[in-house]
Structures are given as C-alpha cells and as structure tokens.
T-cell receptor, first 112, second 113 residues
C-alpha cells in the first residue's frame, strides 16, 4: 500500500526566502506525481505534474523534482511571497487504476 | 466559468434529510471523481467515473450514492448521513486514463447535524 509523507507539516518563512517542501513515498511504481495548492476552505489547484519518466518540471517560481529510486519529490519555491501562503499537497498516481494517494500537506505561511 | 464547478458550496443537513451535491466540468474530460477531505486527514477517493461508468468505489457506505448521467456532470446523493460525514467534498476531472492531470472544483462544505 502506497504511503505518502510530507515534511514539514507546517513552515513559516519571511518574504523573499527560497524554500523546499518535501514529499516521500514508499512504492516507487508510480505513473506520475502531482503537486497541488489549497487555500483555506477552497479546492485544489494543480501546480505541477511530473510523469514517471521525468525528473523535474518548472513553472514560474516553482520547480518540482522526482527521484523514484529514493522515493522522494521536492517542491522548490523561489523568492517566496505572502500570496504563496497555502497548504501544499503532493499526490501519486500508482498502478492502472485512477486512485491518487495524497499526503497530508504542508501548511506554508510567508510573512511580509 | 471555472473548469470544474460544484454546487452548493455549503450545505447543512440533518441526519434524516436527503440532499445532493452537483459537479459540472467544462474541460471536455472523460473521467470524474468524488473525494472527501476531513480535518487532519489526507484526501480520500470515494468514486471514479470514466466514460460515465463507475470504475472505482473505494468502500464507501451506501448512504452516499453517486450518479453520472453524462461525461460533464456528476452527482453525489446523500441520505441518512452521520455527523462524522461532515467534511469538504471535492469533485475533480481528468482526461480519460489513469495518468491524466486532475483538476478540482472548489468543494462543497457539508455539515451534518
């Protein structure tokens, strides 16, 4: 059974800092890994999708990496802004079914 | 219009009520999903429909009944719920196939009294 762990559970940083969010998983047989952002009381917004054959994806100030051999993914946020404050979730697609396995998320607070 | 629209956004119901949650996607996707998000728990997959057929039922109690009349619409019918069913219910869609990127709606916040 796939287990997804996100560390830290919460992170508070000053504006402008570069930061890394971590996601680890137990089963490396995955189709893809997706990073989401969730604002309080809202739905999830897809940030980046990494297919199993890829090592990383970039979008603006965000960079996500995938290392299947070590069971890890990182989300790098450059020059953080208060608007980046949200919960960040990683989710893995494994097997031939449609099931995404989610981590519990990292609550990020960027202080002005 | 956003890609995935959910109504109502908030719902309060008693344990004997019958209500429905609605989801509509405008992305041309062929797969639709219901997820449940409870406090301090990871998102839990409830149901998946692909090309209007249910392909996943993740051991959900029968008091939750999904319906997918076409590839753009998905309903979750609720009856005789319990207080522990209070949660944020999220709808999502993707292109056909299990490897497609998921797009979520804003969610329906359900409170069961």
């Amino acid at each position: 059974k796939q287990e997804v762990t996100q560390i830290p559970a919460a992170l508070s940083v000053p504006e402008g800092e570069n930061l890394v969010l971590n996601c680890s998983f137990t089963d490396s047989a995955i189709y893809n890994l997706q990073w989401f952002r969730q604002d309080p009381g809202k739905g999830l917004t897809s940030l980046l999708l990494i297919q199993s054959s890829q090592r990383e994806q970039t979008s603006g100030r965000l960079n996500a990496s995938l290392d299947k051999s070590s069971g890890r993914s990182t989300l790098y946020i450059a020059a953080s802004q208060p608007g980046d404050s949200a919960t960040y979730l990683c989710a893995l697609q494994g097997g031939s079914n449609y099931k995404l396995t989610f981590g519990k998320g990292t609550l990020l607070t960027v202080n002005p | 219009e956003t890609g995935v629209t959910q109504t109502p956004r908030h719902l309060v119901m008693g344990m004997t009520n019958k209500k429905s949650l609605k989801c509509e996607q405008h992305l041309g996707h062929n797969a639709m999903y219901w997820y449940k998000q409870s406090a301090k728990k990871p998102l839990e997959l409830m149901f998946v429909y692909s090309l209007e057929e249910r392909v996943e039922n993740n051991s959900v109690p029968s008091r939750f009944s999904p319906e997918c009349p076409n590839s753009s619409h998905l309903f979750l019918h609720l009856h005789t719920l319990q207080p522990e069913d209070s949660a944020l219910y999220l709808c999502a869609s993707s292109q056909e196939g299990p490897t497609g990127e998921l797009f979520f709606g804003e969610g329906s916040r359900l409170t069961v009294l």
